[in-house]
Structures are given as structure tokens and as C-alpha cells.
């Protein structure tokens, strides 16, 4: 019996200690997991409390040290820029700062210029670097990222001084003017000299206004609080009538392709088959407008400026593609990507003689930008350019996007070749028509160059044109667009051939043709009109109101 009790004893007395021995090994555990690692206790001990949740809401750049310059908590901005790398501060000149502010416990700020590592681009990172004592032993380092900052303030700098230069030249010449009409006021051949200066000067200041009018009226507008259903064809018409004056004196004759419904799905086409738009009809026919002045005021006498519009498939929805396609001098690839900028010019001294301003193709800019669409260009120095203007077709899925964003997106769109020229049912335009490509060249950039070459091209190691400067450069009598007698919308071609009283304008008379305009990438241009093609009259052609 004792024995038995005694045994009983010592179980219960084993199975206290194991009860004991496990509830400590559970606490023992359960204080190793709640214990921090060392660099969060690092951390935790030596920020200020709340200072870690502010640092995670700065949109700034953020880096706090500690007395050995060790980082002790940086933001993801800071990571990005490249400040961090490997737990140490890797901009120089920040770190003396830093060390400089823990000594003497001042607050300093310096702008700095910091070169961008493994990309490849020549620019800087402009940036704002502001150091501050953190408590006694930390220095809290805010970076602010200043690049996009100092960049708009260069455009603006830019733009006031464009702007004075500008306003000051007219201006200038207006009161020189005034002086010479004041001592000739006894010579009335003098007088009349003068005044048709002061007055080119004054349309020039005017335009210049009005220009910077439109512009500002552009970017401050929503474009779509006004906007309607615009026919394509229209707009051509427009454009066309703007330019027929100045382009009858030059002998240009402005060619309207026939709009081309092309592959897209035609959701916005409309019971007329033609295509539409959705946006400010006036705005559209002023950027419209620009690009064919511009083709006109850059393109040599007796030549070919072309516009027509087509439907190109895009994801998100259809594209209306409006493209204007001269045979001017060209530009160079230096200036492709600056063309656009507000008072850039090619050619100052050629701007000069044409009236230009500068801001004609900043002003088809932003209006294609905020019609949720974009401008591209196309040129070859010596050969001509094509500008293509890309906008959501009205009634297609991404019209209805932009007009519920009101105009504040912009669709990539497709890169594709600028749209052809139809020439109905003329045969001999059709036969002399290049063979379409497999896939079409963007319209920003030169076609492919193992394409063959036409028959009156015996040298093509030029850039090859795209398609319808092909077209453009044969012509076509039964759609040149700037015969007079068309009024009204729509008057952009005629289906039967001008008849003899309107070919002054619209297509040259039977007569020599002389020597085509050289190119330097071919012994005939592609711009020139093929052999039995006669040009435009060498008198002017009559002018109607």
C-alpha cells in the first residue's frame, strides 16, 4: 500500500515539474518573438516618436542619419533617385552637408546638379537638397526632385523673351516708319512707300497678337464644353479656301484626296459615309488651317500641297488621320522634334519673308491634345514633309472616353503611314499607284528603303517618301481642290475634270514642260510631275474672292 502511494506521489509530482517546465519554455518563446531585431530597435530608439510616419506621407525625398552617417531610415523617393545605395548616403556633397549640420546644428539648403547614372541621357537631375538637425544625434536630409520645375520655367523665360523680341521688331519699325512718313511728308511717292511698310508691319503685329490670342485661348479652354459633330470634308474645305489665295500666288494648286473610310469599323461614320470628328469646329479648322498655310508658305512656286483624310483601325477605337503633304525644302532631324515648340522656326529668315509667327504648329499642337489626339510629321530634307494630324473618330469608343474626360486624355494612337490620295475612277492615276505594302510605315519616320523604286526613279537611295507623296507628286485633274467656283462646304474636289475657265488654278494648260526640280537623292524628284505632265503657267493665275 505505501508502495503504491509512493509511486502515485512521485507521478503527480513529475507531472507538476513537466506543467512547469513547458509553461516556461512558453513564455520564454513567446518573449524571443515579441523581441525586435536589432535594426528595428535601432530604429524604434533612436527616431522621434511620429517622426517614421511623417517621413511616409512627404512627397520629398527623405533620409535621416545618424551620428556615424549611417542611414537610419530613407523613403522609397530617395531609393529611386539613387541618394541611398548600400545603407550610406552616396551623394557627396549632401553627406559634408550633413556632417556640417550635425556639428554646428544649422539648417542649410543647396540646389545641386546630379548626373543621370546608367541611362544613357546627357541631362542633369535638378534638385533642392534642404538639411536639419533631428533631435541631438540624427540629421534629417529632405531632396526635392526640381527637374520638370526648372523646365517650365525655362519655357516660360523662353517664351517672354520671344514674346518682347517679337512685339519689339514691328513695333520698332512702326515708329521709324512714322518718322520717315514725317520728313518725306513733301514727297508723296515717299510717303505712299512708307505707308505700305507701316502697314505690312501693322498686319504683321496684329497676326502676331491674334496668334498669341488663340494660343493662350487653347490652353486655358476646355475645347469640349463647345463641341460638335465635324465633318472631315468640311474642314479640308475650309483649310483649302484660308490658302487659296496665297497659294494661287505662288502657283501652288492644293490637291483634296478623297476621304478614305479605310479598315476601321466605321462606328462614327455617319448616314453620309463621310468622316467626322468630335470637338470645337473652330478650333479643328484653325489647327487645319495652319498646317496647310504652313505647307504653302514652306513649298516652292509652281508645286503640289495635298490633304485628305481616312479612318485607320486603333485599340480603344477608330482614328480620324487628316494629313497635309507638301514639296517644300524639308526638315532636317535636328528639328523634327522642336517644330512644334512656341516660336521655333527652321528658317528664321524664310519665316521672316513668309509673315510667320512661330506659333502656328503650337497652336495645332495643343489643340490636338486636347481633342484627346496628337501631331506627327513626316520629311526628308529637299523632298517635303507631311504633317498628320490623328483624332478620335466621333462615335467610336474612345470619342465617348474623351468626351467624358472632357478633353483631359490623350490616345497613343497607331503608328501608321499617312493616308493616300483616292483618285476615283481616273485610270491613269490608279495604273501609275505603287503596289500597297505589307505593313505601313509610321508616319513620323521614313518609309522603308528596299522598297522598289518607280520607273522615273532610275536612283531611290534616298529615304523613300510615304505613299502619297507618291501620289501627290503625279496629280490628279479631277480632284485639285483649289479651282475656283467650288463654294461652300464640301467643295474640296469635283468629280468631272475642270473645265478651261477653271484651270488657271486647279490644273496646269497643255504646254513644255520644263526641267523638273532636282532632288538631291535622285536625278528626277519624287515631287516632280512625270515625264508628259506639264507644270503650272508661268503667269499668275487669276485670284477669285
Not at 475650309?238 to 473610310?261: F, M, N, P, Y
Not at 510615304?466 to 469635283?494: D, E, I, V
Request: hydrophobic letters at 35%; charged letters at 25%.
Amino acid at each position: 500500500m505505501n508502495v503504491n502511494a509512493a509511486v502515485a506521489a512521485a507521478a503527480a509530482i513529475a507531472g507538476v515539474l513537466t506543467g512547469v517546465i513547458a509553461m516556461l519554455a512558453f513564455r520564454w518563446s513567446e518573449r524571443d518573438q515579441a523581441r525586435p531585431t536589432r535594426s528595428s530597435l535601432h530604429t524604434e530608439a533612436v527616431l522621434p516618436p511620429g517622426v517614421d510616419t511623417v517621413l511616409s506621407v512627404l512627397r520629398s525625398s527623405a533620409v535621416v542619419l545618424d551620428e556615424a552617417d549611417e542611414v537610419v531610415k530613407a523613403s522609397s523617393a530617395a531609393y529611386a533617385l539613387g541618394l541611398v545605395r548600400g545603407g550610406t548616403l552616396a551623394v557627396g556633397p549632401m553627406l559634408k552637408m550633413a556632417r556640417d549640420t550635425r556639428r554646428d546644428g544649422e539648417i542649410r539648403q543647396v540646389d545641386l546638379d546630379l548626373p543621370r547614372r546608367g541611362t544613357g541621357r546627357g541631362d542633369a537631375l535638378a534638385v533642392s537638397a534642404r538639411v536639419a538637425p533631428l533631435g541631438s544625434r540624427l540629421v534629417l536630409l529632405l531632396v526635392e526632385d526640381m527637374t520638370e520645375a526648372r523646365r517650365i520655367e525655362a519655357v516660360r523665360r523662353d517664351f517672354v523673351a520671344n514674346v518682347s523680341h517679337e512685339l519689339k521688331t514691328p513695333v520698332g519699325a512702326l515708329s521709324l516708319l512714322s518718322e520717315a512718313v514725317l520728313d518725306a511728308a513733301d514727297d508723296p511717292e515717299a510717303v505712299e512707300r512708307f505707308a505700305g511698310r507701316m502697314q505690312y508691319e501693322s498686319t504683321r503685329l496684329t497676326s502676331l497678337v491674334q496668334e498669341l490670342i488663340d494660343l493662350s485661348r487653347v490652353q486655358n479652354d476646355d475645347p469640349m464644353g463647345d463641341s460638335e459633330r465635324v465633318g472631315v470634308d468640311e474642314l479640308m474645305a475650309e483649310a483649302i479656301d484660308r490658302c487659296r489665295q496665297s497659294a494661287g500666288s505662288k502657283h501652288i494648286t492644293l490637291v483634296a484626296g478623297r476621304t478614305s473610310t479605310g479598315t476601321g469599323t466605321g462606328a462614327g461614320s455617319g448616314d453620309d459615309g463621310g468622316l467626322h470628328v468630335w470637338g470645337n469646329r473652330s478650333q479643328l479648322a484653325a489647327a487645319l488651317g495652319n498646317l496647310v498655310e504652313n505647307a504653302v508658305n514652306y513649298s516652292p512656286a509652281r508645286t503640289r500641297v495635298g490633304i485628305a483624310g481616312r479612318r485607320v483601325a486603333a485599340p480603344g477605337g477608330d482614328l480620324i488621320e487628316i494629313s497635309v503633304s507638301d514639296q517644300g525644302i524639308g526638315i532636317s532631324e535636328r528639328d523634327k522634334d522642336r517644330v512644334f515648340e512656341r516660336f521655333y522656326r527652321v528658317d528664321p529668315a524664310r519665316s521672316r519673308a513668309t509673315g510667320g509667327t512661330g506659333l502656328g504648329l503650337a497652336i495645332v499642337k495643343h489643340v490636338a491634345a486636347s481633342h484627346g489626339g496628337e501631331v506627327t510629321v513626316w520629311s526628308a530634307e529637299g523632298q517635303g514633309s507631311t504633317f498628320t494630324l490623328r483624332l478620335p473618330e466621333a462615335g467610336s469608343a474612345r470619342s465617348r472616353t474623351e468626351e467624358a474626360a472632357r478633353g483631359s486624355g490623350r490616345p497613343s494612337g497607331i503608328p501608321v503611314e499617312p493616308a493616300d490620295f483616292d483618285y476615283g475612277d481616273d485610270p491613269e492615276a490608279a495604273d501609275e499607284l505603287p503596289a500597297p505594302a505589307d505593313s505601313p510605315a509610321p508616319a513620323d519616320s521614313p518609309a522603308p528603303t528596299g522598297a522598289p523604286a518607280p520607273a522615273d526613279r532610275p536612283d531611290s537611295d534616298g529615304p523613300e517618301e510615304p505613299r502619297q507623296f507618291r501620289n501627290l507628286s503625279r496629280g490628279s485633274a479631277g480632284y485639285a481642290a483649289s479651282a475656283p467656283g467650288g463654294t461652300g462646304r464640301g467643295a474640296t474636289r469635283s468629280e468631272s475634270p475642270p473645265s478651261a475657265a477653271s484651270a488657271s488654278v486647279s490644273s496646269p494648260p497643255p504646254s513644255s514642260a520644263p526641267t523638273p526640280r532636282s532632288s538631291p537623292h535622285s536625278s528626277s524628284s519624287p515631287f516632280s510631275p512625270p515625264r508628259g505632265l506639264p507644270r503650272a503657267p508661268e503667269t499668275a493665275p487669276e485670284v477669285l474672292p
